[in-house]
């Protein structure tokens, strides 16, 4: 009896072959790629995987067109890591640990599927957003929310220009308010 590989269940029946997963299907390495650029590679499906090209017919040899790059150099969406279990909660400079991360079924890319990387711990220094916009609010023309996250320069600027003379509190209030401004030392509100 022949015993069917565990990377078919992954394999869609009867499916177009450029559409097919990269645990389908064997490429060429193509070293004449531009980093960076698109590519065209020659890929082969794998034993037991059935797929068609845009006709309808059955096909074994194909090409796909993807980015030439390496995995690890994908953007964040394209991949999934491990969280951290011994990351603290309060640390300062910000630590970093060692996640395992994989790429999505869908994405292309050269090199090894999964990899390692070196991932920032969410971390927080201690500082609540509501007192930040508190602060932001009530005395913030005289620079008091920017004292607060650390951002001792641009507080002096709010506090000698009276807050940009209103415009830069009221600036701040929905830089604050949305989150965009934070920290000075990177962490997360508590």
């Known amino acids: 009896s022949t015993e069917i590989p565990s990377y078919v269940t ?3 029946s009867n499916g177009l072959c450029s559409r097919l997963p990269p645990d389908c299907m064997t490429c060429n390495t193509n070293y004449s790629c531009i980093y960076g650029k698109p590519a065209t ?3 082969k499906v794998k034993p037991h995987v059935h797929c068609v090209d845009e006709n309808n017919h059955e096909q074994e040899n194909f090409t796909i067109n ?5 995995c690890w150099q994908l953007a964040t969406t394209d991949y999934v890591c491990t969280n951290s279990t011994s990351c603290m909660t309060v640390s300062c400079p910000r630590q970093r640990y060692n996640a395992t991360c994989t790429v999505r079924d869908h994405i292309h890319c050269l090199g090894n599927r999964v990899f390692p990387k070196m991932l ?3 971390w927080t220094g201690g500082y609540k957003w509501s007192t930040a916009l508190a602060l ?3 005395l913030g ?3 008091a929310d920017r004292f607060y996250l650390g951002q001792w320069r641009e507080g002096l600027g709010k506090l000698f220009s009276f807050g940009g003379l209103g415009i830069w509190t009221l600036i701040d209030v929905l830089l604050i308010g949305v989150g965009y401004v934070g920290p000075a030392d990177g962490s997360l509100y508590i």
């Open 41 to 43: 590679f020659d890929c």
């Open 66 to 70: 993807m980015t030439c790059q390496f």
């Open 10 to 12: 992954k394999c869609p």
């Open 120 to 122: 920032y711990c969410n």
């Open 141 to 143: 023309g005289f620079g």
């Open 136 to 138: 932001s609010i009530t």
